[in-house]
């Protein structure tokens, strides 16, 4: 006769996580799966949406009076500054294409690396399989 | 005392694991409450191309020969690409350059304000061709294969059916959703009696990530709690605590969205169904998935709650290539791209397929 197995308190309490974890989501699925749920929480959404832009709009005016800029001005500011510099840096490549042009010299030749001759493991004769392993990849 | 008497050992040994477990569960439990974020996305790269939200990355070659066509993944809008190099060893990247594979990956920082009128024109007709022309100039050569994920998936799929005379060589796909009206919970929740998307973006400008995210955890409400209890659970194991740690950062910086593509995606893809439909045109071009006719293989995962079956199925119906290969596998949404059986499974297949294509 095969020997009986002791409880497992490890096994069965991953077993009531995963269970519990499938009960819980299916029930909320099910839950929010419906038009009622869609429709209110929507609507609380669109009146949180109204709220948090009615509060920015009059912090802005307070800082406004007190001449100091808000939030959304210095994140403004920030990004204009990288937009900037983004663009600083794409005159930049341009003005070097152009003097490229001028010396009538090719454009840069591709970045060098490994030769592209490699041959899929069906063709080369090589183990399908061959790709590297979890071991091979310490 | 009472002697331990039959199997009564066994009992002794497992208490004593039980024991050592909780031990070791707290003095691991102390570390993970204190840890610094987890370094992520640590295989070699240069970033050779970078316009606002945009990021082309490329990696260097772990091999000594490479496949003639470069490989270019790209990301799904809603979050980082780290997931494709979240450590070494659970790394489709790191296992595609050793593969032979010459690697390029587009991914996304967080759209400024001022990039809130990107929309799907920007993403398919400028910045994902930009990338091509990149990896063709740095390449040197005239073709290059896509794999998408997801959203970057879908993008991929316009791309490929708005340039079908383009470089692209093979287009490859994972848990990719054409069919939008089969993600039943999103549609529900975006019906456009009650969600009035307008008035939202106009709002908001740039979608908050918080709004992303929540509306990914609404789908598995319990997942995040019985996660916790998991790695409470398994605090004693070194490598389960690293890779919840790196999965667990990758969920917590998901992205904004830029207004305009999220309500432009909402309406022609979610509600009209026009990428499923052929209708959706981009920049005045058919988006029509019959245009495509390079070979195709879309990977699929069984249990897939963010696109299920539903929704990626009709895939290779749609797409009018003769070459096209449907692979289902075991996990989820994202265990397809970074957990265990991807390392067994999607990875070999991707990079198989790829391999016979890549000459």
């Known amino acids: 006769m095969a020997e009986q197995k002791p409880f497992d308190f490890t096994e069965f309490f991953r077993e009531f996580v995963t269970q519990w974890e499938r009960d819980m989501d299916s029930l909320a699925n099910r839950l929010m799966g419906t038009e009622e749920y869609s429709r209110t929480m929507n609507e609380a959404q669109r009146v949180q949406t109204r709220l948090q832009k009615s509060f920015s709009d009059f912090m802005g005016e307070q800082l406004a009076r007190f001449n100091v800029p808000s939030r959304d001005e210095v994140v403004h500011l920030g990004e204009s500054l990288r937009t900037l510099d983004t663009r600083l840096a794409r005159v930049e490549r341009l003005l070097q294409d152009l003097s490229w042009g001028d010396r009538n010299v090719p454009p840069p030749a591709p970045v060098p690396g490994p030769p592209r001759t490699k041959q899929p493991p069906s063709r080369s004769g090589a183990n399908p399989s061959a790709a590297p392993s979890r071991e091979d990849r310490s | ?359």
């Open chain 2, 1 to 359: 005392m009472s002697e331990v008497k039959g199997d009564d050992p066994k009992i002794a040994q497992q208490v004593r694991a039980i024991t050592q477990r909780i031990i070791q569960r707290n003095i691991k439990g102390l570390e993970f409450l204190t840890a610094s974020p987890i370094p992520v996305g640590l295989s070699p790269k240069d970033v050779v191309l970078s316009r606002g939200t945009m990021r082309l990355y490329h990696y260097r070659s772990m091999a000594d020969e490479v496949y003639r066509v470069p490989l270019l993944i790209v990301m799904a809008t809603t979050n980082k690409a780290f997931l494709f190099d979240l450590a070494p060893g659970q790394s489709m990247v790191e296992f595609l350059l050793k593969s032979g594979f010459d690697v390029y990956v587009i991914d996304w920082e967080a759209p400024t304000a001022a990039e809130r009128g990107l929309d799907l024109k920007t993403y398919t007709q400028d910045f994902i061709p930009s990338c091509v022309r990149t990896v063709l100039e740095r390449s040197g050569e005239p073709d290059v294969s896509i794999v998408g994920y997801c959203m970057g998936g879908v993008l991929s799929l316009i791309y490929a059916a708005t340039h079908s005379d383009g470089p692209l060589k093979n287009l490859a796909c994972l848990t990719t959703p054409v069919n939008w009206h089969g993600m039943e919970l999103n549609r529900i929740w975006s019906d456009e009696r009650y969600f009035d998307i307008d008035q939202f973006v106009d709002a908001v400008g740039v979608v908050p990530a918080d709004f992303i995210q929540q509306g990914f955890e609404m789908l598995r409400p319990a997942q995040k709690t019985a996660g916790r209890i998991r790695v409470w659970e398994q605090m004693w194991n070194d490598e389960f605590v690293k890779s919840y740690r790196a999965f667990e950062r990758w969920g917590n910086e998901t992205l904004p969205l830029a207004g305009e593509y999220f309500r432009e995606t909402t309406k022609e893809l979610l509600w009209r169904n026009k990428l499923y439909t052929g209708e959706l045109m981009v920049d005045g071009k058919s988006a029509n998935l019959a245009n495509i006719k390079v070979p195709v293989l879309h990977a699929i995962a069984e249990h897939d709650h963010i696109c299920p079956e539903t929704a990626s199925k009709p895939l290779l119906q749609l797409v009018g290539s003769t070459d096209k290969e449907e692979i289902k596998l075991k996990g989820g949404h994202v265990s397809l791209i970074a957990g265990p059986s991807a390392v067994k499974r999607m990875w070999p297949r991707l990079a198989n397929w790829l391999a016979e294509r890549s000459v």
